[in-house]
């Protein structure tokens, strides 16, 4: 078994066809394919073999998927790393994992360089559109060097096939161990669970560093569609993308809440034909109920919404296109998963009881690297134990109340944020919103509303606080609602409560 097999049989099973746009150039599955095999072998020439750690770290781009293919191919491991972080974090990465080589752009080299600098482990940068030196290989010289045959390394299906380091919103961050059978259930899981009845236009603007982004990949592979393909974006802009669904035809797009506020919210939505779209998953974040209805009703579209963590592959719950929505719910569990709830004391629960959510199935982690006692922690009795809090109903739709580190709780009461960002959210002025906790010497917590406008319109915290005190119970509105341009996010745009908790004194 190996990952790498997925994009064989895809190639075996279609023949020669584009499975890709990418910067108005169409590529197909063979150019990937042979581009793949040639760096493959080069990276053997080069030493790297079996269970050699190798980091990719590019914005998304044709070769972002050649890399892993070729390290996932030799019975390597791949190591995304996101191109936004800083050197010290690229650093800390790159030496916990023991990477022996990365493979980057001539825009990120110059990072790369800086962090790997002194690291023993670090024998190769392979660089994109860059050029042999001291340190660095040119990536282009590498494929026409060596030949565009390779044949797959079988592996164990337990055998780690990537490590992916999660976003470290507590201490350092930690390095999940992925098998080839998590990263070939979760496609098939994903693929599956979309009921793709026709060829997708998809547009790709999730960053492949990140396990939303690999899960996409990976199961595209599983195609039946010659017409498919991925209109595939460097990065995230919407302007670009709103041009890009519109001369593509795209009508399948998954991304994050935030990217739909994006566009919804854009002053030039408009301009834009946006008639293509059919289907669209929201996952990463809390998907608030408003921001789905607004997006619905413009674009005439379907919105789904899904659930899942790096440890699960990012597999958790899913709303398939034949399913009914139910409002609050993300969906159900994935096939060949199990979702379930647990108190404090690791006992189930029943429908409608709230406690931590757990997951169990061959999608779910090997552990983390180098920890065993968070390892044993996290997957305790067999059980994914995510840190995420919710409820099943009695159909088995799952719903995310939210992170057991951002419960406030506030006069020994728990309150949900999420709810309180609900309500904020149905104000007409508000883009975006994110509830926090802070200190308070009465209360324990008192509650602080971050709030982004729409453009061009105009509230006061004031107006906000009233909008609150007609829609909450008292104990449940904000004390204060502090308006920013912009909320901060992470580099897939989920919105980063531990940056506001920064800017709260």
Sequence with gaps: MNVAMLGEEHYRRLGETVSMVFEGREITNKEVRENSNRLGNALKRLGIGVEDVVAVTMSNCPQ???????????????????????AEEFRYILDDAGAVAVITDNIIAPKVLEASAGLESVRHIIVVGGEDSERTLSYERLLAENAPDLDILDRDPDDLAM?????????????????????????ESAYYANEVEKPQVSLVCLPMAHIYGVGAMNAGNLSEHRETRAILMRWYEPEECMRLIEKYRVNFFPAVPTMFSLILNHPNVDKYDLSSLEDTIAGAAPLPLELRKAFMEKFKCRMRQLYGLTESTGMGAILRPSQEWRDGAVGKAYDNMELAIFDEEDRPLGPREIGEIVIRGPQVMKGYHKLPEETAEA??????????????????????????????????????????????YRHPAVAEAAVIGVPDPIYGEEIVAYVALKFGAEASPEEILSFCRDNLPTFKQPKEVRILETLPKSSIGKILKRELRRLTP
């Design 64 to 86: 972002v998927f050649e890399a892993f293919g070729a390290v996932f191919k030799i019975g390597g491991v791949a190591l995304p790393i996101l191109f936004v972080l800083t």
């Design 163 to 187: 490590l992916m380091y999660t976003s470290g919103t507590t201490g350092k961050p930690k390095g999940v161990m992925l098998t080839h059978r998590n990263l070939i259930t979760s496609a």
């Design 379 to 424: 997957l305790r009795n067999g059980w994914l134990h995510t840190g995420d809090v919710g409820f099943l109903d009695e159909d088995g739709y799952l719903y995310i109340t939210d992170r057991k580190k951002d419960i406030i709780i506030k006069g020994g009461e728990n309150i949900m944020p999420t709810q309180i960002e609900e309500v904020i």
